[in-house]
Nanobody, 111 residues
Framework: QVQLVESGGGFVQPGGSLRVSCLAS????????MYWYRQVPGKERELVAK???????NYADSVKGRFTISRDNAKNTLALQMNSLKPEDTAVYFC?????WGQGTQVTVSS
């Protein structure tokens, strides 16, 4: 069964940091590009970051320099390190390989 399970969301003050993770199973994780998306109620899902199977990364302009996507193929894990968080980063964060989506993890940035 192809599955993605996110964890690590939470509540943080502006300027703080959070790390969200995504555990993959049921497919050859190392062969797939992986993505982090986020969604705010009433808005479309937004691409945050992408990492290719060879480790090449891309970021949305809104998070460049603050967020870092990484992968550990030995542990079938995708991560997103988020620093200098802003209230506008508040969203549900999803990982995906475009075959399946995780259930999402809530990130709330507020004072």
């Amino acid at each position: 069964q192809v599955q993605l399970v996110e964890s690590g969301g939470g509540f943080v003050q502006p300027g703080g940091s959070l790390r969200v993770s995504c555990l993959a199973s049921g497919f050859t994780f190392s062969s797939y590009a992986m993505y982090w998306y986020r969604q705010v109620p009433g808005k479309e899902r937004e691409l945050v970051a992408k990492i290719n199977s060879n480790g090449f990364t891309n970021y949305a302009d809104s998070v460049k320099g603050r967020f870092t996507i990484s992968r550990d193929n030995a542990k079938n894990t995708l991560a997103l390190q988020m620093n200098s968080l802003k209230p506008e980063d508040t969203a549900v964060y999803f990982c995906t390989n475009f075959i399946v989506w995780g259930q999402g993890t809530q990130v709330t940035v507020s004072s």
